[in-house]
């Protein structure tokens, strides 16, 4: 039976203009959540989805961050791949030409190496705030304890972007994922991961359901594995060509309540 579990995007698939929860969304979701698990799946760090959680009423259910990087269960990591902190040493260093901001982020820490026009943006956008911290004070602190990065975010000008990209492409294509989100974007992960993998995990460990009963929403490139692997992949009418192509619907876009549409007309 599909439409037995919910995997959604969160940006540019569940959120309106104002980039938050529509009253329709919230109610659609609601009415099934009691009967049909509802698990949000994103780039994003734990605590810029929890707030979403909260008002969809899904905080019992597990949440897939940094695309696959951190599965949390019952507030609770159950799964957790990193970048190496030696790469992110290297990129620092190859950065000091570039100019280019760095966002770090481990579990439910996101640490910059200040509050620029690149920061303030994105703790607008996500609703959460960073540490301030030096990137190679973060780089120490994570060589004493054994840790990495969960998720790079590098932005800035486009020209500076475009050499960050073959820089990390030319030396350590084999480890890291690199996702174009926009031109002036790079959203890095460990290459070994991604939100399909995370999807495997949980179903097969937590909800013991199959993924051809499973639908997922999404929008852009770092959704395409899951919505071609899931029983009914549902891209957004805003989505990227390539999502399009290989969506099996395609309901309203995102900020015009799509998501919500298709659960009303075909979740009971």
Not at 35 to 51: D, E, G, Q, Y
């Amino acid at each position: 039976m599909p439409n037995r579990i919910v995997f959604s995007d969160i940006d540019g698939t569940l959120l309106n203009p104002e980039r938050e929860l529509s009253a329709y969304t919230i109610s659609e979701i609601k009415r099934i959540k009691n009967t049909t698990p509802v698990v949000l799946i994103s780039s994003r760090m734990p605590s810029a989805m929890t707030h979403l959680q909260e008002e969809l009423q899904i905080t019992n259910q597990p949440l897939i961050c940094y695309n696959g990087g951190l599965i949390i269960v019952d507030n609770k990591p159950t799964h957790s791949t990193y970048i190496p902190v030696d790469i992110i040493d290297a990129l620092s260093g190859f950065n000091k030409d570039q100019k280019v901001h760095i966002s770090l982020y481990y579990n439910d820490n996101w640490f910059v190496p200040e509050m620029d026009y690149w920061a303030n943006r994105e703790a607008n956008n996500t609703k959460v705030q960073p540490t301030v911290k030096p990137i190679q004070n973060v780089i120490k602190d994570w060589k004493n304890s054994g840790k990495g990065a969960h998720k790079i975010m590098c932005m800035g000008e486009e020209a500076y972007i475009d050499n960050v990209f073959d820089f990390l492409k030319n030396n350590f294509n084999e480890t890291l994922h690199l996702y174009r989100s926009k031109s002036t974007y790079i959203e890095i992960a460990h290459k070994s991961i991604s939100k399909l993998t995370a999807i495997e995990i949980l179903l097969n460990t937590h909800f013991n359901i199959p993924i051809s009963d499973a639908v997922a929403f999404g929008d852009n490139y770092n959704d395409v594995e899951m919505l071609k692997a899931v029983g009914v992949g549902v891209a957004v009418a805003n989505a990227k060509p390539e999502v399009l192509e290989i969506a099996n619907v395609i309901t309203s876009a995102g900020k015009e309540d799509g998501v919500a549409e298709y659960i009303k007309n075909n979740i009971q």
